[in-house]
Nanobody, 114 residues
Framework: QVQLVESGGGLVQAGGSLRLSCAAS????????MVWYRQAPGKQREFIAQLIPNGVPHYADSVKGRFTISRDNAKNTVDLQMNSLKPEDTAVYYC????????WGPGTQVTVSS
């Protein structure tokens, strides 16, 4: 079954850190462009970070310097290390691949308190 499952979210104080993980099954993440998105309440889903097969990352300006996207080839996951979290980072975080995106999973909730 081809699917993605996000995990690692939680409640953290401003300035704290979280590490999200996106576990892929049915395909190999190293052969795809993998993307993290987030959707805050009342807002559209937005791009956060992507990792292309050759390992070059790209970040949205809002998270550049604070978030790091990486792969764990052994686990077939794409991870998002989030540091210096801000209340405006509060959202549900999702991962997917491009092109040929899969159905959206439930995501993982990140809540940053001030």
């Amino acid at each position: 079954q081809v699917q993605l499952v996000e995990s690692g979210g939680g409640l953290v104080q401003a300035g704290g850190s979280l590490r999200l993980s996106c576990a892929a099954s049915g395909f190999i993440v190293t052969m795809n462009v993998m993307v993290w998105y987030r959707q805050a309440p009342g807002k559209q889903r937005e791009f956060i970070a992507q990792l292309i097969p050759n390992g070059v990352p790209h970040y949205a300006d809002s998270v550049k310097g604070r978030f790091t996207i990486s792969r764990d080839n052994a686990k077939n996951t794409v991870d998002l290390q989030m540091n210096s979290l801000k209340p405006e980072d509060t959202a549900v975080y999702y991962c997917n691949r491009v092109p040929n995106p899969l159905s959206w999973g439930p995501g993982t909730q990140v809540t940053v308190s001030s």
